[in-house]
Nanobody, 126 residues
Framework: QVQLVESGGGLVQAGESLRLSCAASGRTFSAYHMAWFRQAPGKEREVVSTINWNGVSTYYADSVQGRFTVSRVNAKNTVYLQMNSLKPEDTAIYYC???????????????????WGQGTQVTVSS
């Protein structure tokens, strides 16, 4: 079992930046692949980025490629999502998720992740 708590969301203007954090507790953090998903009102939850257990392998959705950066510090049991050049269409609830390392690369589907945080709201005004 692992518990995840996101923080860092807020209200910003288009073009500004935010850094989300996800703190994990409960089990060995390095035994998990991690991911960030988001869900906008009326839309399905979608993958934003994934990072493998040691931070070497990352993935970004086309919509955030070049603007967002995922990273993790296993010694701090934390994964981050640096979001630059934010756009109004980035407005959503952002969730971090964890899955035990079974395969590589990390999965990209909602139903493949075992543990979820409560989410943090990101709102980008135009």
């Amino acid at each position: 079992q692992v518990q995840l708590v996101e923080s860092g969301g807020g209200l910003v203007q288009a073009g500004e930046s935010l850094r989300l954090s996800c703190a994990a507790s409960g089990r060995t953090f390095s035994a998990y692949h991690m991911a960030w998903f988001r869900q906008a009102p009326g839309k399905e939850r979608e993958v934003v980025s994934t990072i493998n257990w040691n931070g070497v392998s990352t993935y970004y959705a086309d919509s955030v490629q070049g603007r967002f950066t995922v990273s993790r510090v296993n010694a701090k049991n934390t994964v981050y999502l640096q979001m630059n050049s934010l756009k109004p269409e980035d407005t959503a609830i952002y969730y971090c998720a964890a899955v035990p390392v079974r395969y590589s690369p990390p999965p990209r589907k909602v139903n493949e992740y075992d543990y979820w945080g409560q989410g943090t709201q990101v709102t980008v005004s135009s």
